[in-house]
């Protein structure tokens, strides 16, 4: 470890593995750290034993449960958007390769009482439950409104500039009802709470956007989902790191960032140094640099079968948006099972998850942990939303963001571009890269 890089990267969740990936690429030396014995961080897969060494201070998982390798179980509940910017970044890098994807079966909502599937092509929206006849008319008038619009071409304006006219004003403009707000911007657009609706609508147009082009690339959901979990992605991008000489040390304490006047020069661990000139981490190893903006409970379920409602999916998305619950923040529910080689043949897995609101939140999540049908086990996480207080430009220490309750990777994909700004100074732009077959082709050439 007593050598010189460029960049110290700690903490082996997506974020650092991404940007660590990136920075090898470009010819970064680069060093990346983990206290943990495993990949991921946060945005780790566990098997079960890992499982109920962080839970269950180490308690043997019951036997009952299968063999400990046919579990990789996720500690956070996020999927990839089929056409955001993560599935833009696994193809700029060509980590494609090391993994496979599978979509996630459907998507449903939580409405009146019941679960209900969020429509997948325009034939399902016609016989949907969700609205009603004229409702249905005037939705579809909003839609096209969405799909059309143009800030080039005021043409397509119709009266309203959504870059500053607030989305509030625009379902009124429709004549939408309380209901279908709250599904289109709850269960399409994905917003946590409410407050969207006093801000600018391009924001929600966006997001509307992205989830009717995801939902078209493969229909049934917009999402897709790794097999062997969500640990393989910071997994796939350490490999990238390590092809272009990024060096990786699990199982390693990090005692201390160190400075000389106010900037950063090194790590240490015990008694050896390694020097560099900028550091890269997740929260946890800078907590000084970071304050709490949130926190969030996430509750890991192990179920003995498909959730009820759901059309036996063997993957799900369900979201309870607040009003139907009368909280501010949406409760999600993600479903995963064993066709994503994720657990055992005979059990299914769930997270429900919720920012919290009050001193209990295991009550909180209840309407959640309500629909799953039995619960054969279940792990309760309670995390501190974090971010970093500086941008790191004054000591070159630049913290990521913690994973947010949003169910997918769009943020993480922001901090990711934001962190990469700031680390090198230029703008990161995603274009395919050469595939391994052709950058070789090229060589022999
Ligand atoms: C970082 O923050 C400092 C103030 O703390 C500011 O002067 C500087 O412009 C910021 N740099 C970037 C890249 O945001």
Known sequence: MDETYDIIVMGTGLTECILSGLLSIEGKKVLHLDRNDYYGGDSASLNLTQLFRQFRGGEAPPAELGRDRDYNVDLIPKFMMANGELVKILVHTDVTRY???????????????????????????????LMGLFEKRRAKKFFEFVQNYKQEDPSTHGGIDIAVTPMQNVY???????????????????????????????????????????????????????????????????????IYGGTYML????????????????????????????????????????????????????????????????????????????????IYVAGVSSSHNVCEKNHYLAIVSTIIETDNPQVEIQPGLDLLGPIVDMFIQIADISEPIQNGTTDQVFVSKSYDATSHFETVCDDVKDLYKRVTGNTLVLKQRPSQEEEQKEMAA
């Open 99 to 129: 993994l496979e994807f599978k979509q996630i079966a459907g998507s449903f909502v939580y409405r009146d009482g019941k679960i209900a599937k969020v429509p997948a092509s325009e034939m399902e929206a016609v016989r949907s439950p």
């Open 172 to 242: 009124e403009h429709f004549g939408l009802e309380a209901g279908t707000i709250d599904f289109i911007g709850h269960a399409l657009a994905l917003h946590l709470e409410d407050s969207y609706l006093n801000r600018p609508a391009f924001e929600t147009f966006d997001r509307i956007t992205l989830y009717m082009s995801s939902m078209a690339r493969w229909g049934k959901s917009p999402y897709l989902y790794p097999l062997y979990g969500l640990g393989e992605l910071p997994q796939g991008f350490a490999r990238l790191s390590a």
């Open 251 to 330: 199982d390693k304490k990090v005692d201390e960032i160190v400075y000389e006047d106010g900037k950063v020069v090194g790590v240490r661990s015990g008694d050896e140094i390694a020097k560099c000139s900028q550091v890269i981490c997740d929260p946890s190893y800078a907590p000084e640099k970071v304050q709490k903006v949130d926190r969030v409970i996430r509750a890991i379920c192990l179920l003995s079968g498909p959730i009820p409602n759901t059309e036996n999916a063997d993957s799900f998305q369900l979201i309870i948006p607040q009003n139907q619950v009368k909280r501010k923040n949406d």
